[in-house]
C-alpha cells in the first residue's frame, strides 16, 4: 500500500518562501506523476503543479514563476519551492500520486497560510 507524508507547511508573510516536501512510501510503480494540489476553505481542491516520473512539468496559471516543482526518484520524494507568497496562495496543500488515469493516492494535507 502507498502512503504520502508531506511537510513544510506553516504560516509565512506575504512575499515569503516556503519549501513543501512530500515522501511516498510502499510498492511505487516506477512510472508515475506526482503533483501538489490545494483547497482554500468553500473551494474545489486544484491542481498547483505536477511532475512525471521523467521530469515533463505542468504548473497552474496562477504560480507559474513563482513555485518549482522537482522530484527525487531515488528518495520517492516530490518538492513544491513556493516563492513571492501571497494571501490568495492559503489553503491545505495535498500531495498526489497517480500511476494510471484511475489509480492514485492523496497525502493528509499540509496548512499554507500566508498572512501579515
Known amino acids: 500500500q502507498v502512503q504520502l507524508v508531506e511537510s513544510g507547511g506553516g504560516l509565512v508573510q506575504p512575499g515569503g518562501s516556503l519549501r513543501l516536501s512530500c515522501v511516498a512510501s510502499g510498492s511505487i510503480f516506477r512510472i508515475n506523476t506526482m503533483g501538489w494540489y490545494r483547497q482554500a476553505p468553500g473551494k474545489q481542491r486544484d491542481l498547483v503543479a505536477s511532475i512525471t516520473s521523467g521530469g515533463s512539468t505542468n504548473y497552474a496559471d496562477s504560480v507559474k514563476g513563482r513555485f518549482t516543482i522537482s522530484r527525487d526518484n531515488a528518495k520517492n520524494t516530490v518538492y513544491l519551492q513556493m516563492n513571492s507568497l501571497k494571501p490568495e496562495d492559503t489553503a491545505v496543500y495535498y500531495c498526489?500520486?497517480?500511476?494510471?488515469?484511475?489509480?492514485?493516492?492523496w497525502g493528509q494535507g499540509t496548512q499554507v497560510t500566508v498572512s501579515s
Open positions: 498526489n500520486l497517480r500511476w494510471n488515469p484511475t489509480a492514485n493516492v
